[in-house]
């Protein structure tokens, strides 16, 4: 297989979403090989239909483990319809959040244990990690101010969760960045939107020099 692979992970409201907009055309301008945006939870029918589960607004007494494992299930389809097709065919995978998230919101934030949630992901996943993982750094203050300023009263359940909640799944992204050096560059997502995409594309062409090689 010689597509590659690019997740994008960080706490609620690090702007992922929004710089992956941006970024995205700016990406795409530097290579000939097709770049295909997708998210998680979700990002294929089946998919989607398990997202709408477990963010379900009105569903506040799932279990855990219950939750770790609709992650995990969603994360697999995902991978089957849309990452492996995709990277088979040569083109660029982007993920809005991938298996990193799980272990530090399940793992991390619901204190299930960042080892026993990366062992079930272990079984979805079935090795494919990301090539590079980009981490958007925000505080969980910063980062929940920014959601709330936006929608008022339309918080999904897991960003209404408590501010310890948030420090957890903070602290444990902490350690998922120290224990991968190799797969995840760490950018500063606190700066202004323009300097964080162009943050993003730095690191993304600086690691993958010939492929997005167009334009210079
Ligand atoms: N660099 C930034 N500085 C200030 N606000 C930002 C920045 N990036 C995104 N935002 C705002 O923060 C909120 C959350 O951004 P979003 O892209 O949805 O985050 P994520 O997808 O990582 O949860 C949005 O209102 C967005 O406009
Ligand atoms: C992929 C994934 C997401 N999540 C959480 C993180 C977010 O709070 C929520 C995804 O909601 P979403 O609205 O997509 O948020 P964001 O724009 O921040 O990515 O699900 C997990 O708890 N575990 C996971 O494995």
Do not use: C
């Not at 609709?70 to 040569?90: F, M």
């Amino acid at each position: 297989m010689s597509g590659i692979f690019i997740s994008f992970e960080g706490p609620d409201g690090a702007g992922k979403t929004t710089a992956l907009k941006t970024l995205m055309p700016l990406l795409q301008a530097k290579t000939d090989q097709e770049i295909v945006l997708s998210r998680e939870p979700g990002g294929s029918p089946i998919s989607e239909k398990i997202r709408k589960i477990i963010l379900d607004i009105h569903d506040e007494e799932m279990d855990s483990r219950t939750e770790a494992l609709l992650y995990a299930a969603a994360r697999r389809q995902h991978l089957i319809d849309v990452i492996l097709p995709t990277l088979k065919e040569d083109k660029i995978m982007l993920s809005d959040r991938f298996v990193d998230s799980s272990i530090a919101y399940q793992g991390g934030g619901r204190e299930i244990g960042m080892s026993e949630v990366a062992e079930i992901n272990d079984f979805a996943i079935d090795g494919h990690l990301p090539d590079l993982t980009i981490y958007f750094d925000v505080s969980p203050e910063v980062g929940l101010s920014r959601i709330r300023k936006d929608h008022e009263g339309a918080m999904d359940r897991l960003e209404k969760e408590a501010i310890s909640f948030h420090n957890r799944v903070y602290d444990s992204y902490m350690q998922i960045v120290k224990d991968n050096p190799d797969r995840i560059k760490t950018i500063d997502a606190e700066q202004a939107p323009e300097k964080v995409v162009s943050d993003a594309l730095n690191v993304i062409t600086k690691q993958f020099p010939n492929i997005f090689n167009k334009g210079e």
